[in-house]
T-cell receptor, first 113, second 114 residues
Framework: GEDVEQSLFLSVREGDSSVINCTYT??????LYWYKQEPGAGLQLLTY?????DMKQDQRLTVLLNKKDKHLSLRIADTQTGDSAIYFC?????????????FGKGNQVVVIP | DVKVTQSSRYLVKRTGEKVFLECVQD?????MFWYRQDPGLGLRLIYF???????EKGDIPEGYSVSREKKERFSLILESASTNQTSMYLC?????????????FGEGSRLTVL
């Protein structure tokens, strides 16, 4: 499958900002996604960005996309204890088609009160 | 509230047993997927299906099979469970007509093979 790379662990103090990074492989991916997995639960779509955008802001979330470097980041402002989770980036490679996504290995974020 | 439901949250099976993991979605989605999630390896696609009675191999199909007899139901089958199949299994669904390609996930089935 396609390779989506993520670092594995991040701890952050409550109220600080946290940044999670991801590199993806397929420049033809139409959308790039961030999914959140809370403890004991499945994944939920957190936010996404269309490939022709550089940045998307959604309340405390900022997604930055660098297509040249195939780099995606998620910034969470004013991190809260409810943000403790595993965050997965995902791409929709053009070679896959039809909603098949390639996921990164996930980044565990631990928020320290 | 739209839902993907996995019938068993926790299962414990013995080596060599046949295991069925069931997944049902109520969103009339054509696409359904089975992933396994392991620490440090992320999500890996086992099998997927774009229509009833249709199935395609994902990245790690060995040791697994699937069944899609009805649109809403996608079953993962371990013909003879082995200890290396101890994992979290996640089912997901999506609509090919979705503008964003979002996947909707179930809560997962944690399988332990002894």
């Amino acid at each position: 499958g396609e390779d989506v790379e993520q670092s594995l662990f991040l701890s952050v103090r409550e109220g600080d900002s946290s940044v999670i990074n991801c590199t993806y492989t397929d420049s033809s991916s139409t959308y790039l996604y961030w999914y959140k997995q809370e403890p004991g639960a499945g994944l939920q779509l957190l936010t996404y960005i269309f490939s022709n955008m550089d940045m998307k802001q959604d309340q405390r979330l900022t997604v930055l996309l660098n297509k040249k470097d195939k780099h995606l980041s998620l910034r969470i402002a004013d991190t809260q204890t409810g943000d403790s989770a595993i965050y997965f980036c995902a791409e929709s490679p053009g070679s896959y088609g039809n909603n098949r996504l390639a996921f990164g290995k996930g980044n565990q974020v631990v928020v320290i009160p | 509230d739209v839902k993907v439901t996995q019938s068993s949250r926790y299962l414990v099976k013995r080596t060599g047993e046949k295991v069925f993991l069931e997944c049902v979605q109520d969103m009339d989605h054509e696409n359904m997927f089975w992933y396994r999630q392991d620490p440090g390896l992320g999500l890996r696609l086992i099998y997927f299906s774009y229509d009833v009675k249709m199935k395609e191999k994902g990245d790690i199909p060995e040791g697994y099979s699937v069944s899609r007899e009805k649109k809403e139901r996608f079953s993962l089958i371990l013909e003879s469970a082995s200890t290396n199949q101890t994992s979290m299994y996640l089912c997901a669904s999506s609509s090919p007509g979705s503008s964003t390609g979002e996947l909707f996930f179930g809560e997962g089935s944690r399988l332990t093979v002894l």
